[in-house]
């Protein structure tokens, strides 16, 4: 009985959180991605230009986001066409939680107690809620996990089998998303930190010949993709070089410091991750060694500079702090039946409460986040033309309108130039309406303000007060303007 109940308290609480993740489609760029895999399903062809037509295209982030996702935006695309928005929800939620699984799993191999590696596989959970969108970035943290997995697997169990899959695995991920440049160079660092370790203290795990030719075959592997070697330089060029202006502005790129006010509710559950990993990872130093430290490190610090990382830094740490804790609770002698009795009811009530106030399993896509009846009323009315289009809006735009609707700008934002010319004609700089008039728009799609300021956005003013505009369409999410001598007359 009692191993029934150790076996059902995890259970419970990956059960738990996959209600949660369970969350409307919210992420602006599900739907160019999905666009783009319906192009690649139906021309059995990965595009070398842009599909859409929106572009001119050329250059590492053109290349990289036109055929660096392909697999992962395929498997997206089928999974709305065959189950509608309700599969996308379940394929997410079912990646994350079994992410969580895999590193409880971990936890359970590293030697950590019982109590200690639902508490914090609990904390990573909390955490991961910020990082529900519905995108190919979810890959990443799969194969992530299971690339981790693999390598534990082999240090404990000394498993060859393991170290075979890792090579097929990093193919997967190379052909998914860029985030395989970051799992490239973890397994370099584990490489490097594993031979120190070896040969540079007494009693340090000798890896093996077949450990390090795995490690190089995997590495490979992820360069094994349409964009080869050059997803390493368009990550560089994203950080330091042109690509840096618009990184500047999406907050997956800042620092957990710079949002703790604007972003993130679940935030505090990274910072208490760090706090305990503080406190607990020194307690891991003599084993499982240094390896695991130092690459925990690493992350960490990434994951302080970058929001985009936490995932990867709480995943791969998330063990080594459940062991660490163990051992730092090993004095304090707590009746274990109590602690997974109290761990039960807390479970259960955090799933009662979900259900009562209607925050888990719950479906469809998000209301007032995307312009659905804009959307419609362009579809229904036949309307096409050139559009003026939020940028947060084009992916939805790209999926739903047909070819005669030319938007303006995506997610993607492959133009530089584009992207600022757009931004002054939202603003109604002089310059941004010299270039909206020579741009000649038909219709005009945009929020009526800033979601983040509540500052409203200059280029309605200018609309409304405009005699060859009027207003088509009007709901909660914003206008759509149209030209007076256009499609509606």
């Not at 319906?38 to 929106?54: N, Q, S, V, Y």
């Not at 459940?322 to 707590?334: E, F, I, M, Y």
């Not at 939202?426 to 741009?439: C, D, R, V």
């Amino acid at each position: 009985m009692n191993r029934l109940v150790k076996h059902a308290l995890p259970v419970l609480v990956l059960a738990v959180f996959f209600g949660y993740y369970c969350t409307p489609i919210w992420d602006m760029d599900f739907w160019w991605h999905i666009a783009n895999g319906r192009h690649i399903a139906e021309t059995h062809a990965i595009p070398g230009r842009d599909p859409f037509g929106m572009y001119e295209t050329g250059g590492l982030k053109s290349d990289t986001l036109l055929k660096g996702y392909w697999l992962a935006q395929v498997l997206l695309y089928f999974a709305y066409d065959f189950f509608g928005a309700n599969g996308v929800i379940f394929l997410k939620a079912g990646v994350l939680a079994l992410c969580l699984a895999v590193t409880h799993a971990r936890s359970k191999l590293a030697g950590a107690g019982e109590i200690s590696a639902v508490l914090v596989l609990s904390i990573a959970g909390m955490a991961l809620l910020d990082f529900t969108g519905e995108r190919p970035q979810l890959f990443s943290f799969l194969y992530f996990s299971l690339a981790v997995f693999l390598l534990d697997l082999y240090r404990e169990k000394q498993g060859r089998w393991s170290l075979y899959l890792l090579p097929p695995l990093m193919l997967l991920w190379a052909n998914s998303h860029i985030g395989v440049t970051l799992g490239g160079a973890v397994l370099c660092l584990v490489a490097i930190a594993c031979f120190a370790e070896a040969r540079l203290f007494a009693g340090g795990r000798h890896a093996g010949r077949l450990f390090f030719a795995a490690i190089l075959a995997a590495v490979l592997c992820t360069f094994l993709s349409p964009n080869g070697v050059s997803s390493y330089g368009y990550l560089l060029a994203r950080q330091f070089g042109e690509e840096e202006v618009l990184t500047g502005r999406v907050s997956e790129y800042a620092s957990p410091v710079a949002l703790w006010r604007d972003m993130g509710k679940m935030l505090p559950f990274y910072w208490g991750f760090v706090l305990l990993a503080a406190v607990a990872l020194p307690k891991t130093m003599r084993k499982p060694g240094l390896a695991p430290l130092l690459v925990a490190l690493v992350l960490g610090g990434l994951s302080l500079s970058t929001f985009r990382y936490i995932p990867f830094f709480i995943l791969y740490a998330a063990p080594y702090v459940a062991l660490g804790l163990s051992r730092l609770a090993a004095p304090v002698k707590l009746p274990a039946a109590l602690l997974r009795a109290a761990l039960i009811v807390g479970a259960m009530a955090v799933l009662a409460h979900g259900f009562q106030h209607g925050t888990v399993f719950r479906g469809g896509i998000q209301g007032g986040r995307f312009p659905q009846g804009a959307m419609e009323f362009m579809r229904d009315n036949r309307l096409g033309g050139k559009v003026f289009n939020a940028f947060a809006w084009g992916g939805y735009l790209t999926w739903h309108l047909p070819p005669e609707a030319r938007i303006f700008i995506d997610g993607r934002a492959l133009e530089m130039k584009r992207f600022q010319d757009y931004t002054h004609i939202l603003w109604a700089t002089p310059y941004g309406i010299q270039q909206f008039e020579l741009n000649r728009f038909d219709f005009v799609l945009i929020p009526y303000a800033n979601n983040f300021t509540g500052e409203r956005y200059g280029l309605n003013n200018y609309l409304l007060q405009s005699p060859g505009w009027q207003v088509a369409y009007r709901d909660q999410s914003g206008y759509l303007f149209a030209r007076k001598s256009g499609a509606l007359q």
